[in-house]
């Protein structure tokens, strides 16, 4: 299969990388270093200490979990409600190559999901629904999903949607699916972080959505350990940046 990026994906990743830490605090820090040799001292130097601030504190748990905190839902989902649904539509998170298994694999995020799903699906009785395309090129990543729940949970997905690129065609593809089995009220799972901008998408396309978060924003520990950066935390912030930004564009959409 070839490897062929959606259109728009590129320039929405290239974009992102932009607007977001760590590449807009390099940025910031470069325009200081210049007007700091141009003889601005004052003022660069003042940009430079503002991008390695901000660089610092993106990297800190403490700060990733209040970013997330925003978007993560307060309440998780309860089996009994699972239950009066009518599927668990999983949102694909992404894939990767993994040399190791001789193909591509889910990645953490994927795999969180699948695995919450399938707990969700054993203790109701509700059936799996699959979606996610493949926006880099290559495998879609509802196939992906399915090889992993045959082969690890022996378990089936009633429906797999491998087209999406985004989203919202998850949404739309998905609702389509759903409609031609009279399904309209689902449970939703995906990150935590995620769903806030899910959601709306799929209650656009007239279902009823039941949030099934997972993979929420969570430490071990606590006080000067949560100041403490780390790669994961910048990664986190970096992620609910993004939500963020998202959610902005939809708003603005709607707007005009």
Request: hydrophobic letters at 45%.
């Amino acid at each position: 299969m070839p490897v062929e990026t959606a259109p728009g994906v590129l320039a929405r990743l290239a974009l992102g990388s932009v607007l977001l830490p760590p590449v807009n605090m390099l940025l910031l820090a470069a325009v200081g270093g210049v007007l700091a040799w141009r003889g601005r001292r004052r003022l660069g130097l003042s940009l430079l200490v503002l991008a390695a601030l901000v660089t610092y504190l993106m990297a800190t748990p403490r700060v990733a979990i209040w970013l997330n905190a925003g978007l993560e839902p307060s309440e998780i989902a309860r089996v009994p409600d699972v239950a009066k649904t009518g599927a668990i539509v999983v949102l694909g998170g992404g894939k990767k190559p993994a040399p190791e298994y001789g193909g591509n694999e889910l990645t953490a995020d994927s795999s969180g999901r699948l695995r919450y799903a399938v707990f969700l699906s054993r203790q109701s009785g509700v059936p799996l629904l699959l979606t996610g395309g493949a926006p880099l090129g290559g495998e879609p990543e509802a196939w992906v999903m399915q090889r992993t729940l045959t082969r690890d949970y022996r378990i089936e997905p009633k429906w797999v949607e491998s087209e999406a690129v985004n989203t919202e065609g998850n949404a739309r593809l998905a609702a389509a699916m759903l409609r031609t089995s009279g399904v309209t009220h689902i449970t939703l799972v995906s990150q935590a972080w995620h769903l806030k901008r899910a959601i709306p998408l799929f209650e656009a396309q007239g279902l009823k959505v039941l949030p099934a978060p997972t993979g929420f924003t969570r430490y071990d520990g606590g006080g000067l350990v949560w100041w403490l950066p780390s790669g994961r935390a910048m990664q986190e912030s970096h992620q609910a940046l993004r939500e963020y930004v998202g959610l902005l564009y939809h708003a603005l959409g709607k707007a005009s």
